[in-house]
């Protein structure tokens, strides 16, 4: 564990990253480690993540919610790096009173929403329609909820945060202020004036407004008193907090890969900002991976799994379908510089291997390296097109979870992680492979 920097601080942040395409098990683990914090806060991201939780045999897939809600002891805060959907958030507390058998009012001391963080409102979802559909057989495969469009009004200057809806509301109520649908409108405009769209846009979507504002007032119990400082003074009240990220290294706008991404950085270097608070509280990282990869969305990836009946065997035994869109996730092979790429980009102390228990086949491969230019190199391109070949090490290994209660790690697992191990070694990395995942259920998890 890194070292904490100042006598004066008193919590820490470690954090929770996607190392693939997203999809991890990121929810799952977030759901175990929350027991030993505080705090669990989302920084980036909004209502395309879908963290999948399983809590007494029922499901919860949580899309704006942190991971950490089904912990009594737990606080969530909805950072200012977040872009919200206030009807999906409302949703989802929903589903989690009812599994939790609690009122939404019993909930309040559990949800915190930055007045920082920024709404997704239906004209985005428009919008991401709109442009996904103007860009053809090129499109990025978004999930449709709004993300690109609504991170893209906060770079323009014309979205809107939880707090400025507080504010509007607190100040024009009595005056029949109609705030809101003028700003809605004034994005209209600009859209049509910036894209030269001609969006017509139906009444249906002023009644959605409608609905949407009110939903933004039940929020507002959970905004209230979050002002910029909250999550540090929490920190330096000595609460331990666990930042949760969503999406995964890869879809990263900056850093994966460009243009299949997802519109907000989702790097380790994109939690100061998304939380609002210092890189001085910030302690250990840990990295999610599957022993295996998938994508969901447009564009290729390099371990692609080519051969029908394994695509299918993987994507049929791991349940690979997305807990946002329903989509069928594409499998590949575990991508040795793709790790590597994820590891050094956002420096991971701890590394936990998700879906062991998912295993249908009888021998396994990796992807060990890349040709580029007849030259071979085991680290990420600039742009996945310039790969020519991507060579696979075959190991004729297979495992399985044991019926007789015995420990996954007395497989052939074990060669499989020390495989991993060897070449985060080889390449100089200082994480430590720590944890293996084997089932969806909290603690089905061990330390290898
Ligand atoms: P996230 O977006 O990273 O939180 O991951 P998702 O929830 O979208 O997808 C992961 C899926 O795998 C979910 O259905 C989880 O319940 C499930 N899952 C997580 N870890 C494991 C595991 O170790 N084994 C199995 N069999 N399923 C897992
Ligand atoms: P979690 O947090 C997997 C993908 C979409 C699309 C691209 C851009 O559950 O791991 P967007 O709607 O963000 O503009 O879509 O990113 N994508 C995800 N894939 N898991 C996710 O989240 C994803 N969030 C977005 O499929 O290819
Ligand atoms: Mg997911």
């Known amino acids: ?26 929810g799952k683990i977030v759901d175990y480690l929350a027991a030993n914090y505080d705090i669990v806060a989302r920084f980036q991201g909004g209502p395309n993540a879908g ?6 045999g029922k499901k919860l897939v949580l899309h704006n919610l942190p991971s950490g809600i089904l912990h009594n002891h737990v606080s969530n805060f909805i950072g200012p790096g977040c872009i919200v959907n206030p009807t999906t958030l409302l949703e989802e507390i929903k589903q989690v009173s009812e ?4 009122s939404k009012e019993q909930l309040k001391d559990r949800i915190f929403i930055s007045k920082n963080a920024f709404i ?31 991170y893209a009004a906060i770079k323009d200057r014309i979205n809107f945060r939880f707090g400025d809806v507080l504010l509007n509301q607190k100040f024009f109520k009595s005056q029949e202020y109609t705030g809101f649908e003028d700003r809605v409108i004034n ?30 007032e039940e929020l507002n119990q959970y905004v209230t008193f979050v002002d910029i400082f909250w999550l540090q003074n929490q920190l330096d009240e000595g609460k331990d907090v666990l930042a949760e990220g969503a999406q995964g290294t890869m879809l990263d706008n900056n850093f994966g890969c460009y243009p299949m991404v997802t519109s907000s950085n989702t790097i380790a270097g994109a939690a100061p900002i998304g939380l609002g608070v210092p ?21 290729s990836f390099p371990s692609e799994i080519k051969d029908e009946h394994i695509q299918t065997l993987l994507q049929e035994a791991g349940q690979e379908v997305g807990a946002t869109t329903g ?8 991508d040795i510089p793709q790790l590597l790429y994820a590891l050094r980009i956002n ?5 936990i291997v998700t879906k062991v228990d998912i295993n249908p086949l009888h021998s396994v491969e990796i992807a060990s390296c890349y040709c580029l230019e007849e030259q071979k190199i085991d680290s990420f391109p600039f742009d996945i097109s310039e790969i020519h070949h991507v060579a696979f090490h075959h190991l004729d290994m297979k495992w399985k979870l044991p019926e007789d209660g015995s420990s996954i790690l007395d497989t052939d697992l074990r060669l499989y992680l020390d495989y991993i191990r060897m070449r985060i070694e080889g390449n100089g990395l200082q994480t430590k492979l720590t944890m293996v995942s084997h089932g969806p259920n909290r603690d089905d998890i061990i330390r290898c």
Request: glycine residues 14%; proline residues 2%.
């Open 99 to 102: 599994i939790l058998g609690l």
């Open 347 to 351: 420096d991971v102390d701890e590394l």
């Open 187 to 216: 994005q209209l405009a600009f859209y049509n004036e910036k894209y030269g769209y001609k969006m017509i846009v139906g009444p249906e979507l002023y009644d959605q407004s409608l609905l949407f504002e009110h939903h933004m």
């Open 51 to 56: 963290h999948t939780l399983w809590h007494k």
């Open 1 to 26: 564990m890194k070292k904490k920097t100042s006598k004066t601080i008193q919590g820490w942040i470690d954090l929770v990253l996607g190392l693939q395409w997203g999809d991890e098990g990121k």
């Open 327 to 334: 989509r069928k996730r594409k499998c590949g092979w575990l």
């Open 279 to 299: 890189m001085k509280y910030f302690g250990k990282t840990i990295g999610v991976a599957k022993w295996y990869t998938t994508k969901v969305g447009g564009g």
């Open 120 to 150: 997704i409102h239906p004209l985005h979802q428009h919008l991401d329609k709109a442009i996904e559909c103007s860009k053809g057989t090129s499109s990025v495969g978004t999930t449709g909820k709004g993300i690109g469009p609504a």
